[in-house]
């Protein structure tokens, strides 16, 4: 049974940091991408970041400078560091990792989200 535990939220003035970790424990079969979602309230869940098997990443073009993914393969953990942060930032996060090859996915795992607010 695969499980995704996250870490990191909380609440932190514009312009602060926080950094998110989401540890998978059990088997990943072919593991393909990990990434980081986030859903405001009344909005729908959006892709943040993702780092695929083979290292490269990719952000949303409202995070790219001041969010940053990285993983730590022999763990199984990916982290989302989170810089410069704005109120519009607020969300709840959350891990998801994918397995499969390409573009087929074979499945689908979820965190249980960590709420950010970025609040004055």
């Known amino acids: 049974q695969v499980q995704l535990v996250e870490s990191g939220g909380g609440l932190v003035h514009p312009g602060g940091s926080l950094r998110l970790s989401c540890a998978a424990s059990?088997?990943?079969?072919?593991?393909?991408?990990m990434g980081w979602y986030r859903q405001a309230p009344g909005k729908q869940r959006d892709l943040v970041a993702v780092?695929?098997?083979?290292?490269?990443?990719n952000y949303t073009d409202s995070v790219k400078g001041r969010f940053a993914i990285s993983r730590d393969s022999a763990k199984n953990t990916v982290y989302l560091q989170m810089n410069s942060l704005k109120p519009e930032d607020t969300a709840v996060y959350y891990c998801?990792?994918?397995?499969?090859?390409?573009?087929?996915?074979?499945?689908?795992?979820w965190g249980q989200g960590t709420q950010v607010t970025v609040s004055s």
């Open positions: 780092i695929t098997s083979g290292g490269s990443s």
């Open positions: 998801n990792v994918k397995t499969g090859w390409g573009l087929n996915t074979l499945r689908d795992y």
């Open positions: 059990g088997n990943i079969f072919r593991l393909k991408t």
